[in-house]
């Protein structure tokens, strides 16, 4: 009981220092981040099994699920909940209810993922395909009719393409619904969908409570980690009510493992190619050569990478998934840290003593395992 129990803080804890993350660098590409870390610590915490290459597939599948959110926008919903000075007069309800929308949907794909791989219903491609189509169609169809048709708006001029998430998360919910095994991916959506939502929900609130009070709390990043913590808390929670250990995925031959590895590598790929972006071209600290030198080393390493990753003799077990999972958390740190470092401040110095502390966290939760 006691290591289910530091398995799941650690796969709360983990999701909450990638989601503070990837405030750092925003957009779909960084919401891998935090998907990468949740799936990883979700195998550490409820794998069947020692094995490096399940830990890894879990990441990837997580990371592809939570990315979708990532094209969503909630900055004003952030301002409208915790009455920022300058916000127009939308209630502070109304901004805590566009948040919890706004996490909600992005935690929504986050479980349909897990549960996909939790199901004891094997996936065919040919049903992820339709899956995708269909809801692609939904999306397509609500933007239509919400946005276009009835002229309703979250927060604009903020993008409403929400309105496409949202009919997104319909139809995949009549899809699932129809079927075999479809139950479980469901219990595990709407469980991110309450985890993600509530999480961001909550730590708006709580950041404007604890403002009026003079605590003096940054509201992005009280936030971020609210919603990341909650959000990897209710998908670790269904995973253990519902499943206890976590299933081994098939993976078939070379090519599963080229993918697993294509989702993580073009996830960190992206990460450090913002940082290297914004040093090059933003803080003028390296030649525009460098920046082309690093696109060219970084497309070759993962080439090679890919390469390794197709050989049959190599075993992901020997790699060590403790060590594998505690280089990413400490590489990805290091990154979130490192790109805003010139405009080091006191502020600054608490959002980062707040990641080491998280990171340090991780840690000793993963030793305690």
């Known amino acids: ?116 791989l939790l199901t004891e219903v094997h996936c065919h491609f040919e049903d992820l395909a339709l899956w995708a189509v269909l809801a692609s169609l939904g999306a397509f169809a609500a933007y239509k009719i919400i946005v276009v048709g009835l002229d309703l708006h979250l927060s604009p001029p903020r993008s409403d393409v929400w309105a496409a998430l949202l009919g997104g998360v319909l139809s995949s919910t009549a ?60 998908l670790a929670l269904a995973s253990a009510l519902f499943r206890g250990a976590l299933p081994t995925i098939p993976i078939e031959g070379s090519a599963g493992r080229l993918c697993i590895m294509l989702m993580l590598l073009f996830s960190t790929y992206m990460v450090v190619s913002n940082m290297v972006e914004h040093w090059t071209f933003e803080l003028r600290w390296l030649p525009k050569a460098c920046f082309a030198a690093f696109q060219i080393l970084a497309l070759t390493g993962i080439i090679a990478c890919l390469g390794l990753a197709s050989c049959r003799s190599w075993g992901g077990e020997a790699i060590g998934q403790a060590a594998a999972f505690i280089s990413l958390l400490i590489l990805f740190t290091f990154l979130g840290t490192a790109k805003f470092v010139r405009s080091f401040s006191g502020f600054r110095s608490g959002v980062v003593r707040a990641l080491l502390a998280q990171l340090l966290v991780c840690i000793l939760l993963l030793v305690w395992l």
Not at 71 to 98: C, K
Not at 203 to 218: F, M, P, T, V
Request: proline residues 2%.
């Open 1 to 116: 009981m006691e290591r289910i129990a530091a398995g799941i803080l650690l796969v709360a804890n983990a999701t909450s220092l990638g989601w503070a993350l990837r405030g750092e660098w925003g957009h779909w590409w960084g919401a891998t981040v935090p998907g990468a870390l949740c799936g990883m610590s979700l195998w550490l915490a409820l794998g069947e099994a020692a094995d490096t290459w399940q830990m890894l597939a879990y990441g990837a599948a997580l990371a592809a699920g939570l990315s979708l959110g990532g094209v969503l926008s909630y900055g004003l919903l952030m301002g409208y909940a915790t009455r920022e000075p300058g916000r127009d007069s939308r209630s502070s309800l109304y901004g805590l209810s566009g948040l919890f929308l706004v996490g909600g949907l992005w935690g929504f794909f986050g479980g349909a993922s897990l549960g996909i």
């Open 175 to 234: 899809y699932f619904a129809l079927s075999p095994g479809g139950g479980t991916v469901l219990i595990c959506a709407y469980a991110g969908c309450a985890g993600f939502g509530g999480g961001f929900a909550l730590g708006a609130l709580i950041h404007r409570e604890g403002r009026d009070s003079a605590l003096k709390l940054s509201s992005w990043k009280f936030a971020e980690h609210s919603v990341g913590f909650f959000g990897g808390l209710s």
